[in-house]
């Protein structure tokens, strides 16, 4: 997705709608808020947001469908931006379910340079995210897609402080090559 630059299509995808309050609802705009506002703070606060303060002692059940579709209609009625002020710095685990462009864009996503344009022997020049390992590395080549920078498993895994023991043990299981 990020080679293309395209956003993947919304489908069969129902986590976490396990319960009314640990939900992701659509927006007027077709976009969607992900509501996660399980303990009673949180809960408070958000009915409190939505303009529902006669939800805010209802206990809140799994099955309730009547409170499901109560929130999707209160959910609907604005578009994603406007929830997003609105819910802006209130605290009550609700967030917008970003496009992968705009998580990239993202502030701690460009601080932390998550992303980074790899060289491919073929492509070019790949946008591709970071790995954990090389976010913890104070060196700033983080070029990982190159073929001739990752032939050699041994070399690379030893960089990484994996003793000789058991880069032979993960070599002759096959697990690397």
Not at 36 to 60: G, M, T, Y
Request: aromatic share 6%; with cysteine.
């Amino acid at each position: 997705m990020l080679y293309t630059g395209l956003d993947p299509v919304a489908g069969g995808f129902n986590y976490p709608n396990e319960s009314p309050n640990y939900a992701v609802y659509k927006c007027k705009d077709e976009r969607y808020l992900a509501v996660a506002s399980l303990e009673k703070p949180f809960w408070k606060k958000f009915c409190q947001l939505i303009e529902r303060k006669d939800l805010i002692s209802k206990v809140v059940k799994a099955d309730d469908k009547e409170l499901r579709d109560d929130l999707a209609a209160e959910i609907a009625k604005k578009t994603l931006a406007e929830w997003t002020i609105i819910f802006d710095g209130s605290d009550c685990c609700v967030s917008p379910v970003s496009t992968i462009q705009e998580a990239l864009m993202h502030l701690p996503t460009r601080e932390r340079k998550l992303l980074v344009n790899a060289s491919h022997p073929t492509l070019g020049m790949v946008p591709q995210m970071t790995t954990p390992v090389f976010m913890r590395s104070k060196d700033e080549d983080k070029n990982i897609a190159r073929d001739e920078a990752t032939h050699d498993a041994k070399t690379i895994l030893s960089n990484l402080g994996i003793s000789d023991e058991e880069i032979d043990v993960l070599m002759q299981s096959q697990t690397v090559g």
